[in-house]
């Protein structure tokens, strides 16, 4: 026995590959480093969303995609899953983070101070045309570096809260945990109510987009919030695993990271909504910080329980079931039609369906007195006549 | 002996693109399932390099329990040669090197896609449904947690009152594919978007089905020979798609679940749906003799179960 035969089917979904890449252009090592040297937040997103911190895979699954983002996701998430997990990384604590942005709109000065950071939030939103022109392009203007370099680590603003009894609830003890027990939603069922460590790598892996609309609805007042940042990070991070041989914990590297926290008041004190990714994606965090909070209300909004929230913002999940309804459901569509053919002609006596029923009934009965013994019962008797096509001599009675 | 028989090649991916803990995760899973008839089994489930929600619960399932000496078949909607069929066939045989076969009687792995084949499927063979929804209470209750609940109370009374209220409005079921089924007596199932047409296929079957979806990330079983009865008041029974008169075009064939082809004219044209079926028709009928089984309706539209399927009743009103 061999392959099945190679049909029109098969023949056509290869040609309409190879027609996708003919169109998107080709892909080189020097556009991929390009990508990825140009294009961080991008590559960010999709390392995110995509939970494989792999800059240059990143880039190149956008590439290949020809900058289609759901795919690329896919592509990097679908290679996650070959890869085999070596080591756990240590825990690491928000304070040991190498921070290059850090704000809080909770107060006008944080003890560390306010950090600005690589940001565009105040810039003009002006489309720079000059930029085309020419062989230049832009001439960045060199940053005017302080005399004193900025700390590399920041206290957290959530600390001082602690200490003056504002906040809701005491944080689990961090020494006790073994990276090897944390719950994993990439090798565990996920089961709501979910595990803290499910929801925090759901919202981690979750789409932006799908994040910020359910995030956004919230904060126009369908949830029961008002959310302050308290803190927001970007950060790069040492990964430390434990060395197998020594026991001593070592970098193998480090990772770009953002969190952010955000606080509302309650009867016991502030409730703090936090999230975290890979990568740098301040309004995806935000609004997932605002879900943690809304989440975890006694009677959540419907679009803000964790199952509604969890399960709609899986970008894989959502894109690649929206994209199938191209494929074909001509079966169950069948399914569906006999019943409203049926529907139609037991309602409406005058319509075309039920002429043809009753022109069914007239052959079944023909048949019926032909053969004696069969009865017309569901599907047990047969016609020559198509049934779509007799029309009744006479108004059915 | 030597050190090139002894060591594995190094490859790009697993066998059967699954890692081993993955493969052994879904193992369990289908153990624990066919262990309980009908109940949803949570599972990890992976991402696979195939878009989720085209078919990467079953290809889970079937990359665990494919092997070099496997016969595989790939159908979606009944035929072999839909684009997302031949898609899916081509990373199973890509992976695993395993054969493959349009005929169901070949196959020791059949992976479907809202269709069970029209031939009877024998001991041994596994069938593989393609799942989008798992969960049979959704339309009453969307939330999983308070589902998985009414499962464990066997709490289906809303079920009931759904087609109740079917019946008062429209007269009949209104339940098109995925109609949902009572298992071994003790758990609602949906059966996959397949017609009512393949329903029955299901009851006192002698194959195994696994059902997974991907997406929803759950898997549940009907091992060989289990129960599996529609939801239905005594009063009024279920009923398969009305299709008595359809002839198909290609074979001549009646009796077997049919595409309706529109036509410019306002009419319609009909197929049998069953592609792997079909063309051993074709076949036939030029001479060859290509090996047909029995088939679940035979050609007077008679289910092979006598007395599963009852004549229709239109409730008074």
């Given at each position: 026995?061999a392959y099945v035969a190679t049909k029109g089917g098969e023949e056509a979904i290869q040609q309409a590959e190879r027609l996708f890449h003919t169109l998107k252009g080709r892909v080189?090592?020097?556009?991929?480093?390009?990508?990825?040297?140009?294009?961080?937040?991008?590559?960010?997103?999709?390392?995110?969303?995509?939970?494989?911190?792999?800059?240059?895979?990143?880039?190149l699954a956008?590439a290949q995609a020809g900058?289609d983002?759901?795919e690329a996701?896919l592509l990097?998430?679908a290679?996650?899953?070959?890869?085999?997990?070596?080591?756990?990384?240590?825990?690491?604590?928000?304070?040991?983070?190498?921070?290059?942005?850090?704000?809080?709109?909770?107060?006008?000065?944080?003890?560390?101070?306010?950090?600005?950071?690589?940001?565009?939030?105040?810039?003009?939103?002006?489309?720079?045309?000059?930029?085309?022109?020419?062989?230049?392009?832009?001439?960045?203007?060199?940053?005017?570096?302080?005399?004193?370099?900025?700390?590399?680590?920041?206290?957290?603003?959530?600390?001082?809260?602690?200490?003056?009894?504002?906040?809701?609830?005491?944080?689990?003890?961090?020494?006790?945990?073994?990276?090897?027990?944390?719950?994993?939603?990439?090798?565990?069922?996920?089961?709501?109510?979910?595990?803290?460590?499910?929801?925090?790598?759901?919202?981690?892996?979750?789409?932006?987009?799908?994040?910020?609309?359910?995030?956004?609805?919230?904060?126009?007042?369908?949830?029961?919030?008002?959310?302050?940042?308290?803190?927001?990070?970007?950060?790069?991070?040492?990964?430390?695993?434990?060395?197998?041989?020594?026991?001593?914990?070592?970098?193998?590297?480090?990772?770009?990271?953002?969190?952010?926290?955000?606080?509302?008041?309650?009867?016991?004190?502030?409730?703090?909504?936090?999230?975290?990714?890979?990568?740098?994606?301040?309004?995806?965090?935000?609004?997932?910080?605002?879900?943690?909070?809304?989440?975890?209300?006694?009677?959540?909004?419907?679009?803000?329980?964790?199952?509604?929230?969890?399960?709609?913002?899986?970008?894989?999940?959502?894109?690649g079931?929206?994209i199938h309804?191209k494929l074909p459901?001509?079966?169950?569509?069948?399914?569906?039609?006999?019943?409203?053919?049926?529907?139609?002609?037991?309602?409406?006596?005058?319509?075309?369906?039920?002429?043809?029923?009753?022109?069914?009934?007239?052959?079944?009965?023909?048949?019926?007195?032909?053969?004696?013994?069969?009865?017309?019962?569901?599907?047990?008797?047969?016609?020559?006549?198509?049934?779509?096509?007799?029309?009744?001599?006479?108004?059915?009675? | 002996?030597?050190?090139?028989?002894?060591?594995?090649?190094?490859?790009d991916y697993?066998?059967?693109f699954?890692?081993?803990?993955?493969?052994?995760?879904?193992?369990?899973?289908?153990?624990?399932?066919?262990?309980?008839?009908?109940?949803?089994?949570?599972?990890?489930?992976?991402?696979l390099p195939i878009a989720?929600?085209w078919g990467t619960?079953?290809l889970?399932?079937t990359l665990?329990?494919?092997?070099?000496?496997?016969?595989v078949k790939v159908i979606d909607q009944?035929a072999d040669d839909s684009v997302n069929a031949a898609n899916l066939r081509r990373f199973v045989t890509r992976m695993s090197g395993a054969q493959t076969t349009a005929?169901?009687?070949?196959?020791?792995?059949?992976q479907?896609r809202?269709?069970?084949?029209?031939?009877?499927?024998?001991?041994?063979?596994?069938?593989?449904?393609?799942?989008?929804?798992?969960?049979?209470?959704?339309?009453?209750?969307?939330?999983?947690?308070?589902?998985?609940?009414?499962?464990?109370?066997?709490?289906?009374?809303?079920?009931?009152?759904?087609?109740?209220?079917?019946?008062?409005?429209?007269?009949?079921?209104?339940?098109?594919?995925?109609?949902?089924?009572?298992?071994?007596?003790?758990?609602?199932?949906?059966?996959?978007?397949?017609?009512?047409?393949?329903?029955?296929?299901?009851?006192?079957?002698?194959?195994?089905?696994?059902?997974?979806?991907?997406?929803?990330?759950?898997?549940?079983?009907?091992?060989?020979?289990?129960?599996?009865?529609?939801?239905?008041?005594?009063?009024?029974?279920?009923?398969?798609?009305?299709?008595?008169?359809?002839?198909?075009?290609?074979?001549?064939?009646?009796?077997?679940?049919?595409?309706?082809?529109?036509?410019?004219?306002?009419?319609?044209?009909?197929?049998?749906?069953?592609t792997?079926?079909?063309?051993?028709?074709?076949?036939?009928?030029?001479?060859?003799?290509?090996?047909?089984?029995?088939?679940?309706?035979?050609?007077?539209?008679?289910?092979?179960?006598?007395?599963?399927?009852?004549?229709?009743?239109?409730?008074?009103?």
């Open positions: 026995m080189t090592p020097q556009l991929v480093r390009e990508i990825e040297m140009t294009m961080p937040y991008l590559v960010d997103r999709v390392m995110g969303e995509g939970a494989l911190y792999a800059p240059e895979l990143a880039a956008l900058g983002l759901y996701v990097l998430r290679y996650r899953s070959t890869q085999p997990r070596i080591a756990y990384a240590r825990p690491l604590n928000a304070d040991q983070l190498l921070t290059v942005r850090r704000i809080s709109a909770a107060f006008k000065d944080i003890p560390g101070g306010q950090v600005l950071g690589p940001t565009l939030d105040y810039s003009h939103r002006l489309l720079r045309l000059d930029w085309l022109d020419g062989e230049a392009g832009q001439q960045p203007e060199p940053v005017n570096a302080d005399d004193a370099p900025a700390a590399p680590n920041y206290p957290l603003v959530a600390d001082w809260q602690r200490q003056q009894g504002l906040i809701d609830g005491e944080l689990p003890p961090v020494e006790s945990i073994d990276p090897a027990d944390i719950p994993d939603v990439t090798r565990d069922p996920i089961a709501m109510p979910a595990p803290r460590a499910h929801r925090l790598q759901s919202l981690a892996r979750a789409d932006t987009g799908g994040v910020l609309a359910l995030g956004y609805a919230s904060m126009r007042g369908y949830g029961f919030i008002h959310p302050t940042v308290n803190e927001l990070r970007l950060a790069e991070a040492d990964v430390a695993v434990t060395h197998p041989v020594t026991g001593e914990p070592f970098s193998i590297g480090r990772v770009r990271v953002s969190q952010a926290e955000i606080v509302t008041s309650g009867k016991s004190g502030y409730k703090i909504g936090f999230a975290a990714t890979m990568g740098w994606n301040e309004v995806k965090l935000i609004a997932a910080a605002t879900l943690d909070v809304e989440m975890s209300q006694s009677e959540p909004h419907p679009a803000h329980t964790e199952d509604f929230v969890l399960y709609h913002t899986e970008p894989i999940e959502s894109s079931f929206c309804f459901h001509y079966v169950t569509f069948a399914s569906s039609m006999d019943n409203v053919r049926k529907v139609i002609a037991a309602m409406y006596p005058d319509s075309r369906e039920a002429r043809n029923v009753a022109a069914d009934a007239r052959t079944e009965r023909k048949v019926a007195e032909q053969q004696p013994g069969s009865s017309p019962t569901n599907g047990t008797a047969a016609s020559d006549s198509p049934a779509e096509t007799s029309q009744p001599e006479e108004q059915p009675s | 002996m030597s050190l090139t028989k002894l060591v594995t090649a190094q490859a697993s066998y059967g699954l890692d081993a803990y993955a493969k052994r995760e879904l193992r369990r899973r289908i153990l624990k399932g066919i262990a309980i008839p009908g109940y949803q089994v949570p599972y990890a489930s992976r991402e989720r929600g619960g079953g889970q399932v665990s329990l494919v092997g070099p000496e496997s016969v009944g005929d169901t009687r070949q196959a020791t792995l059949i479907s809202h269709r069970i084949p029209e031939e009877v499927m024998q001991e041994g063979q596994v069938l593989i449904l393609q799942v989008p929804d798992p969960e049979p209470l959704r339309a009453v209750q969307s939330d999983l947690a308070k589902a998985r609940e009414m499962h464990a109370d066997s709490d289906y009374g809303q079920m009931w009152l759904v087609l109740y209220e079917q019946l008062v409005r429209f007269k009949r079921y209104m339940q098109g594919a995925s109609y949902p089924v009572l298992v071994h007596d003790r758990y609602v199932m949906s059966p996959s978007p397949i017609p009512r047409w393949d329903t029955p296929m299901l009851h006192q079957a002698a194959h195994l089905t696994i059902l997974s979806a991907g997406r929803e990330k759950r898997l549940y079983v009907v091992p060989p020979y289990t129960n599996v009865y529609p939801l239905e008041f005594t009063d009024v029974p279920f009923q398969v798609e009305d299709q008595r008169e359809w002839v198909c075009l290609r074979t001549g064939a009646q009796h077997k679940f049919m595409n309706e082809i529109p036509q410019a004219d306002g009419g319609s044209t009909y197929e049998v749906s069953d792997g079926y079909a063309d051993k028709l074709v076949a036939q009928q030029r001479g060859e003799q290509p090996w047909i089984g029995r088939t679940y309706y035979d050609d007077e539209g008679n289910f092979y179960h006598a007395g599963y399927l009852k004549p229709p009743v239109i409730p008074e009103t």
